[in-house]
Nanobody, 124 residues
């Protein structure tokens, strides 16, 4: 069982930065691929970024590539999403998710554990 708690969301002006954090509990966290997803009002939840269990290969949605960076610290049971050059279209609730398998996938249904989400609002 893994529990995830996100933090770091807030209100920021366009062009600004935020760093989201995800604190995980559970002995096997370090073996799980992790993902950051987001859901804007009236839209489906979509993947933003994902990272393998050892911090190796990463994936980024085309809309955030070059602006966002996903990282993890297995010793601290933490996953991060550094978001730079934020745009109003990045406004959404951001979720951290863990997959209880050793392969990284990009679909929402591939993740077994979810946090409660943190709101990110980017003003123009």
């Amino acid at each position: 069982q893994v529990q995830l708690v996100e933090s770091g969301g807030g209100l920021v002006q366009a062009g600004g930065s935020l760093r989201l954090s995800c604190a995980a509990s559970g002995r096997t966290f370090s073996r799980y691929p992790m993902g950051w997803f987001r859901q804007a009002p009236g839209k489906e939840r979509e993947i933003v970024a994902a990272i393998t269990w050892n911090g190796g290969p990463t994936y980024y949605a085309s809309s955030v590539k070059g602006r966002f960076t996903i990282s993890r610290d297995n010793a601290m049971n933490m996953v991060y999403l550094q978001m730079n050059s934020l745009k109003p279209e990045d406004t959404a609730v951001y979720y951290c998710a863990a997959r209880s398998s050793d392969t990284m996938v990009l679909r929402t249904t591939g993740y077994d554990y979810w946090g409660q989400g943190t709101q990110v609002t980017v003003s123009s």
